[in-house]
């Protein structure tokens, strides 16, 4: 077969690639604890910046902003590491413009960690007349119809520019459902553009900068679990699962989860790309994942939708409209100093503050609840605080299976 061919093909090279390296010693990713009854892990990630607590949630902050959230109310939210988005800032304002302004940390204001993604969703989501070959993408941008290209080079390059202290591979971004030919494609493409990142930061020798790998194949168990091992044998200083949340049922995306992460290695971060809702995130702790990032938190929050511990409340319902009840009663930010009266009213008179004091408490919700999970783990009862968020929502419980601690 020659999807099987090209595979063995990849497999032979990268183990002649595969070299032992050490990450810069600036970065240390330190597993202080995995939860009794799950695969739920306690860490904590060293970087230039200063270190973040895992599990760890990062705001998207896609243009250099969280919309309508400035650089302090962030920080206030807990963020501790945020991500940005390369296509973005490649297109507006150039990655030159960033490093002449400094370089992101000091153009965002931002002086904690900052991870950035490698323009490869985005080009395949938003460019146009998108045209892949193993070379690169070429497309046009979704802003002004120029003509572009993406490179697994200039992806890294673009990034060293940016100088973000996390950096990821290219990889070829499939929508799901695909036929297994064509995910099977993309993932090993994925493979080969991963080793050549790699080549490309290590010719760089950056010591502030590490470069995690992305670990594709559809909802296929067998595929997932090949590509991990490819990019296992290259070394990279951790691991992202891309590709999922995607539009597939929340059990397959778990199901994937458990087919991958016991490939991983246990001492190196586990990032879930793009995902998610609030019990998303719990049970991929619960299955071994360290690092999330996920637009909703301030993309319903300007649309009036919050997050509480009984589950979401949209803000523009009728019912709202004497209550005099704050968000949450325990909940530090500054939208809890108004009554859901106030604060539905906002958004009813289409006053600005309103979606800004909704993002601000959505991103403070997700946060405290990677309080409460690490806190948990710690304890132990990881499971238990599940339990009752869950029960809290109203949303049932996935099973999980057990066996997934990692190797
Ligand atoms: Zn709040």
Request: charged share 25%; net charge neutral.
């Amino acid at each position: 077969m020659q999807t099987e061919s090209g595979k063995w093909k990849v497999e032979s090279r990268l183990t002649k690639a595969s070299v032992c390296r050490s990450p810069p010693s600036a970065f240390r990713f330190d597993l202080k604890h995995t939860d009794a009854g799950s695969a739920a892990r306690r860490s904590t990630l060293h970087t230039p910046h200063g270190s973040v607590e895992m599990p760890a949630f990062m705001p998207v902050c896609t243009l250099g902003t969280v919309k309508g959230v400035d650089i302090g109310r962030l920080g206030e939210t807990g963020a501790q590491m945020v991500l940005s988005n390369t296509y973005h800032l490649a297109l507006r304002p150039g990655e030159e413009t960033v490093a002449a302004l400094g370089g992101l940390h000091k153009f965002m204001g931002w002086s904690d960690p900052i991870l950035t993604d490698s323009g490869g969703f985005q080009v395949f989501s938003l460019a146009q007349r998108t045209k892949i070959d193993e070379q690169g993408v070429t497309f046009r941008s979704h802003i002004d119809g120029t003509l572009l290209e993406l490179s697994p080079e200039r992806s890294v390059s673009i990034q060293a520019a940016l100088a973000s202290d996390i950096a990821m591979v290219l990889d070829h971004v499939i929508g799901l459902p695909n036929s297994p030919e064509a995910v099977a494609e993309a993932t090993w493409r994925s493979v080969r553009w991963a080793e050549r990142c790699l080549k490309a930061q290590m010719a760089s020798s950056r010591e502030d900068q590490i470069l995690l790998a992305i670990v594709q194949g559809g909802l296929d168990p067998d595929l997932r679990r090949q590509c991990a091992k490819a990019l296992v044998a290259l070394d990279f200083p951790g691991y992202a699962i891309g590709g999922l949340s995607v539009g597939e049922e929340p059990a397959d995306m778990y199901r994937t989860l458990e087919a991958t992460v016991p490939e991983l290695p246990v001492d190196r971060p586990r990032y879930l790309m793009g995902v998610g809702r609030p019990e998303d995130l719990l049970e991929s702790i619960a299955r071994g994942i360290d690092m999330f990032d996920c637009v909703m938190p301030t993309r319903n929050g300007r649309n009036a939708l919050v997050y509480t511990d009984q589950g979401p409340l949209r803000l523009r319902n009728a019912a709202h409209e004497v209550n005099n009840r704050p968000l949450e009663e325990n909940c530090p930010c500054p939208a809890c100093r108004h009554s859901r009266g106030y604060l539905r009213h906002l958004f009813q008179a289409k006053e600005m503050l309103g979606p800004i004091l909704a993002s601000i408490h959505n991103l403070t919700y997700y946060q405290r609840l990677m309080l409460g999970a690490r806190e948990a783990i710690v304890a132990d009862r990881f499971d238990e605080f599940r339990q009752e968020k869950l029960c809290g929502w109203g949303v049932g419980r996935m099973q999980s299976r057990s066996g997934t601690q990692g190797k």
